[in-house]
């Protein structure tokens, strides 16, 4: 055989073996999808469910798929917090389970696993009209780091990482949307921050560039100070939610607030404009609210420190 032929027979030897190596890798990897999908504690996913209930003894929250994202309907009405559902989805919805405890349900078994009265369980209603699945959490194990589940439809008991019943867990703040303002820094094009004893008033009159309207005299705001302190106020959280629809905002100290801060976004959209009051000093917050929605929330108490006395704290 010739040196050409041989090398011809060779590349047709080894084309054949990565062919069959090929062949070989994908179907180990179907085999370890489908090892993986035979893991999972339920068998939907998060877009599938138009809603769920979280119930805790007497305590239940309700939540609702809508067309803006998650929003709790019980025991409050409220925006959802995305980052709150995103990880409960991944965390509770696709999770998998670390063993099977027993392939059929052992009533007498159901008490030692914290099973007979669940302490948790989340019903999940599914889009499409498919039956309602609930997931049922019993007790922790002896070493803390497990925990017991079953599902209903399923006669198997499970074991699994008690990080997972951890995060199904909740409560109606962990879920809520905990946003202060609603601004977009970039967006924005005049900045009020109102005490008392003044007022220090920013406005951009040209892209790139922002002046002291108030008081006036005051030069040329440094636009990356402003830019870090809007930042700050996006990013802030609600420390805890204090009365959805209070009556009498005085006792808050939101009838006369000591602080107001406004910011605007210009054309037909109104400013947003958070109303900070009275301290708690239990609480250690100050009371506030935004304008224009009834709920009094709780600041951290060192918010109010981002927030300059001075026009000359944000001059260049």
Not at 25 to 35: Q, S, V
Not at 115 to 138: A, C, S
Not at 182 to 204: F, H, N, S, T
Request: charged share 35%; net charge neutral.
């Amino acid at each position: 055989m010739s040196f050409f032929k041989k090398t011809i027979f060779w590349i047709i030897i080894l084309a054949a073996i990565g062919g069959a190596f090929l062949v070989f890798t994908k179907e180990e990897e179907k085999i370890e999808i489908r090892r993986e999908e035979e893991k999972s504690l339920l068998r939907f996913e998060p877009e599938d469910i138009s809603s769920f209930a979280i119930k805790r003894g007497d305590i239940i929250i309700e939540c609702q798929d809508g067309s803006n994202g998650w929003h709790i309907t019980k025991p409050v009405k409220a925006d959802g917090d995305k980052d709150a559902f995103d990880r409960f989805f991944r965390m509770v919805v696709k999770a998998k389970f670390d063993g099977v405890l027993f392939e059929e349900h052992q009533k007498e078994k159901l008490a030692e696993f914290g099973l007979e009265k669940p302490y948790l369980e989340i019903e999940f209603k599914l889009k499409n009209n498919k039956k309602p699945v609930t997931l049922y959490f019993g007790d922790r194990g002896p070493t803390q780091n497990i925990a017991f589940a079953m599902v209903s439809d399923d006669k198997r008991f499970f074991r699994l990482h008690s990080d997972i019943r951890a995060e199904a867990d909740k409560d109606a703040y962990a879920l809520r949307d905990k946003t202060i303002l609603l601004i977009d820094p970039i967006k924005a094009r005049g900045v009020a921050i109102i005490r008392p004893e003044g007022k220090i008033v920013m406005e951009q009159p040209i892209q790139g560039r922002w002046d002291f309207t108030e008081p006036e005299g005051s030069g040329i705001v440094n636009v990356a100070k402003l830019m870090e302190l809007l930042y700050k106020v996006k990013s802030s959280k609600a420390k805890a939610f204090i009365e959805e629809d209070p009556k009498d905002l005085k006792k808050y100290g939101l009838d006369n607030p000591k602080i107001k801060l406004n910011v605007w976004s210009g054309g037909k959209n109104p400013p947003e404009v958070l109303l900070i009051g009275g301290r708690d000093k239990a609480l250690r917050g100050y009371y506030a609210k935004r304008e224009l929605v009834a709920n009094v929330f709780l600041l951290e108490e060192d918010f109010i420190d981002i927030l300059p006395k001075a026009a000359k704290e944000m001059a260049e």
